[in-house]
């Protein structure tokens, strides 16, 4: 059966895998701890498509009909 | 003393009796409350141990005075057991599910084992486990003998509210409960109890704990008599069975006897738990009154939790009927004379203010602006009357606290329930004012959804700096104009408002130098412009739009078509012939009728312009004046609807006979070819559908077109059209209807089918498919309906009746379910959205950041109507 990446499909928004500086980064920017981020699930589809572990920081970069794009943040856990 | 202490966790289980030995202070074993000398008895209801209620003594468990003792328990023996009616269920369950000999509970070893693993998933994966406990019991009910020890089982009859039938014979507690005490702790865990917290023999109560006298406190009355509290009497009446209960065993009573009692202490424990069980009667009062008992106290609307502690009340509030008055600011509320005497502001004294508040001191309470109370420096309190007012003035120092009385210019928060939207709370300046009503400009109806057929009103007053300050500030009604719900303006003008805007602008009325000064007498500082003209004896006249221009502000550039603006095929603009294309440049209305899409609330066009490109202040300032330039522009002319503006000339009635007399031709013919099938169905549809729609399409037409030809004859003449016309109230269909032909009565979409077999209503044939036996109405309102027409009309108008009810609930406990899921986000200063615990819901406030009511539907019209204005300041 052919492997298709979740990420092709035209309703998932583009996954992005923080590196730990730049997630340090997001969470200064915002004031918070990690644990105060929404969460993701390590089995989540995408989560396991862009290799995250438990403890990365995810950007979503979703589509907005009124903001154009609208950035999320996402806390891999278990 | 109280202590701060920290909830980590929280179980429910039940007391065993050892539990409430221990938690009680006193064993009580007399049912009397004081001595003659007023002093409380040993062992008795009140006895000093329990704490204490009254003043200057003190508890005997904890030394603590009245206030400070939160109270504790004491404990009556029950000589013998009795049921506790909370759990007849439970116990009923278990009883057929336990072995009557050898007390297991009849599942197989495995069976048990399996059920055991299962409620634990269940209470791991925090699931609720009843329905699996349901099924557990059910099958623990299907053995007809132990399959333990092999006892023959016999049927448990349960007769309300508490007898076990097993064999004929009544179970008696004590048998129950020695049934339970023999259930193993495994079984006890296969029923998803826990042995622990909730052995089920605990159910049966052999000790009764009796509550602190703090929570039943005995009142003294004006006669000098205790009246004591429904608790304290109902636990009298179980300690006085419990006694001769005791006695009467002792003395070897008859059994019959002993019965009785035993019957009499259960019904007593039973009505002190729960006065309202079915099956027994409630135990009443002396007086008749049922007694409040334990139960009691904590259900329902008026009970702890839905009384006392979600429920809240609150000081500094007034509440009273409202009517119209459209002198006030929309930023006003009139309040009555009585209710501004018995509301106050606090004023803290200092060096500046002194002089001001001696005088208001010294007016006293009953001279309106006034002073009710101040309090000393040192926190007391003083009364200020007519006699110690001049003397209390004299004293007054700083930092003493004035309650001044309810001024003009104070801001109170204003209210009408439901409070669906943040627009039903609005902080308004006050205007003291005679008469008991409170008084708002109708402008100010929509936001509240208030009309003035009874409705009430709530004030509040804020009593701090800093809510005055952010009532002023966020919540003033000028502040609250546009609605976040679609960003156009939610006040405006309402009926007469609208109306009398139409009146006054439309066409070119010549208005002469009297009725220009009628107009505007309201206004100060507002010259009359050079008048339009002069009429034929020369006299100047002005027009209704040079009037209209006069409130609005200059630099005030907009064009729109109105509300009436019969959307021709090719527009004609300036051009317009109905002058229904508003065009105003500088604040000045060149052409076009100001109707509900320019003034009116949820539309109007120029609010929403003047409070975008201006500020809140001049929009409520062009508020306040448009409503009171349209009253008096509707005064000009006068106004009124009666029974006559529906006659139609009877040439329209002929012709709108003519017309449902040949759409009910067209419905015969329709019938005729289903019946000889010559019918074609529409694609989708079956036969039958396909005769409905076409019918219901026909008659739709003949009611569209008789509304046609009475409004032919119904011009801007008639008071109804122009309602209709300006959106100030009605349609075109309710005039229609009115005049010409209510048309098709319908029960959900379709034609009236529902009555007798294959017919609406006796009076006609069976299987008749023609108009008015399927609730066709012909006449109009003015005619009369015939009989069948009214019954038909009745059925149409129930179900729309319905339609509301059911959607007024669900759309209530919709919101409700919302609100008590979103009401703790907040949105904080850096854009985010977060609940209590700070965690992140949103990054940025609806992705965009945008408040609604500030985004003006951005879009390319926009662009242009900035670079009109930019052009237009050029140009100057």
Not at chain 2, 211 to 223: Q, Y
Not at chain 2, 380 to 400: I, M, P, S, Y
Not at chain 2, 598 to 610: L, S, T, W, Y
Not at chain 2, 783 to 801: K, M, Q, S, V, Y
Request: net charge neutral; proline share 6%; aromatic share 6%.
């Amino acid at each position: 059966m052919k492997k298709f990446s979740v990420l092709d499909h035209e309703l998932v928004p583009p996954h992005i895998l923080l590196s730990p500086e730049e997630a340090e980064e997001v969470l200064h920017k915002f004031n918070v701890q990690a644990p105060q981020l929404p969460k993701v699930h390590v089995n989540d589809p995408v989560a396991k498509e862009i290799g995250s572990k438990v403890g990365d920081v995810i950007k979503v970069i979703r589509h907005s009909p009124t903001a154009k794009e609208s950035v999320f943040y996402r806390l891999v856990i278990d | 003393m109280t202590v701060p202490k920290r909830i980590g966790k929280i179980r429910f289980g039940l007391i065993s009796p050892q539990e409430f030995r221990k938690m009680s202070v006193v064993k009580i074993i007399t049912a009397d409350t004081y001595d003659d000398d007023g002093f409380p008895i040993d062992m008795g209801l009140m006895d000093p141990r329990l704490g204490v209620i009254d003043p200057g003594l003190r508890c005997r468990s904890c030394a603590g005075r009245p206030g400070e003792c939160p109270g504790h328990f004491g404990h009556i023996d029950l000589i013998a057991p009795v049921i506790h009616v909370g759990f007849a269920k439970l116990i009923r369950k278990l009883l057929r599910a336990v072995c009557r000999d050898c007390s297991r509970l009849m599942l197989l070893e495995h069976e048990k084992v399996t059920y055991i693993e299962q409620i634990k998933t269940l209470v791991r994966l925090g699931q609720p486990t009843d329905d699996l406990v349901s099924k557990i019991f059910a099958e623990a009910r299907k053995h007809k003998t132990c399959p333990y020890c092999g006892a023959p089982q016999q049927e448990i009859k349960f007769e309300r509210p508490l007898a076990y039938i097993e064999e004929g014979h009544k179970l008696t507690a004590s048998d129950i409960r020695d049934r339970f005490e023999k259930i193993p702790d495994a079984d006890i865990e296969a029923v998803g109890m826990n042995s622990a917290t909730a052995r089920p023999e605990w159910m049966i109560l052999t000790v009764l704990p009796v509550p602190p006298v703090t929570m039943r406190p005995s009142i003294t009355l004006e006669s000098g008599q205790r009246s004591e509290d429904d608790l304290t009497h109902k636990l009298v009446d179980i300690i006085r069975i419990n006694q001769r209960f005791q006695e009467n065993r002792e003395a070897g009573a008859p059994q019959l006897i002993i019965e009785d009692l035993w019957e009499l202490l259960q019904y007593h424990v039973t009505t002190f738990l729960d006065n309202t069980v079915s099956g027994v009667p409630p135990a009443r009062h002396r007086s008749g009154r049922p007694l409040k008992t334990l139960s009691q106290r904590l259900k329902g609307k008026e009970g702890r939790f839905r009384g006392s502690l979600s429920g809240k009340r609150v000081n500094f509030s007034a509440r009273t009927v409202i009517s119209p008055d459209p002198n006030l600011s929309i930023n006003e509320v009139g309040v009555p004379l009585e209710v501004a005497k018995e509301l106050s502001v606090p004023l803290i004294v200092n060096v500046r203010n002194m002089e001001m508040i001696k005088q208001f001191v010294r007016r006293g309470p009953d001279n309106h602006p006034g002073v009710n109370y101040i309090t000393r420096s040192d926190g007391r309190r003083v009364k200020v009357t007519d006699k110690n007012c001049e003397e209390v003035a004299d004293q007054l120092e700083t930092g003493w606290k004035v309650d001044r009385q309810l001024n003009d210019g104070d801001i109170v928060l204003f209210n009408r329930q439901p409070s669906l939207h943040r627009m039903s709370i609005m902080a308004h300046r006050v205007k003291v004012m005679p008469y008991k009503t409170f008084r708002l400009n109708p402008a100010v109806c929509p936001p509240y959804n208030a009309d003035f057929d009874g409705d009430e009103m709530n004030m509040h007053v804020p009593q701090t700096e800093e809510a005055r300050a952010e009532a002023h500030i966020l919540m003033r009604v000028q502040e609250n104009i546009l609605s976040p719900r679609f960003g156009g303006p939610i006040i405006g003008g309402i009926h007469d408002y609208v109306t009398g805007s139409f009146l006054l602008t439309h066409g070119r009325k010549p208005i002469d130098r009297q009725g220009a000064m009628e107009l505007l007498k309201k206004y100060d500082g507002i010259d009359l412009p050079p008048p339009a003209g002069t009429d034929d004896s020369g006299e100047p006249y002005w027009t209704g739009k040079q009037i209209f221009s006069l409130i609005l502000p200059r630099g005030l550039n907009l064009t729109f078509k109105a509300d009436f603006c019969p959307s021709c095929d090719q527009c004609k603009e300036e051009n317009c012939e109905n002058d229904a294309y508003v065009v105003i440049r500088d604040g000045n209305l060149i052409q076009g009728t100001i109707d509900s899409a320019a003034v009116g609330a949820f539309k109007g066009k120029i609010i929403d312009r003047v409070i975008k490109q201006f500020n809140p202040t001049i929009a409520s300032t062009f508020l306040d004046r448009m409503t009171l330039l349209a009253l008096r522009g509707i005064m000009l002319s006068g106004f009124s609807f009666g029974i006559d503006d529906e006659d139609i000339p009877p040439a329209a009635s002929d012709q709108i006979k003519e017309v449902t007399r040949v759409a009910r031709e067209n419905v015969e013919k329709l019938i005729s070819a289903y019946n000889a099938g010559e019918l074609e169905p529409l694609p989708g549809r079956t036969l039958d559908e396909t005769l409905e729609m076409r019918i219901m399409q026909t008659l739709g037409k003949a009611r569209d077109s008789t509304g046609q030809i009475a409004g032919r004859y119904l011009g801007l003449d008639n008071s109804g059209v122009v309602m209709a016309v300006s959106g100030a109230r009605g349609s075109m269909l309710n005039l229609t209807q009115m005049a010409a032909c209510v048309g098709q009565q319908s029960v959900r979409g379709e034609r009236i089918r529902r009555g007798y077999a294959d017919r609406t209503l006796p009076h006609f044939q069976r299987g008749d498919l023609g108009a008015e036996a399927h609730g066709f109405v012909e006449s109009s309102y003015k005619d009369g309906l015939n009989p069948t027409e009214f019954f038909f009309h009745a059925i149409g108008g129930r179900e729309g009746l319905v339609d509301t009810a059911i959607r007024t609930s669900q759309s209530g406990y919709l919101q409700r379910r919302l609100v008590n899921a979103l009401q703790d986000l907040e949105v904080k200063y850096d854009g985010t959205v977060r609940e209590t615990r700070g965690m992140i819901v949103q990054f940025r406030y609806g992705e965009d950041g945008v408040d609604a009511s500030r985004r003006d539907y951005a879009g390319p019209e926009n662009v242009k109507r900035i670079i009109g204005r930019v052009l237009a300041t050029e140009g100057r």
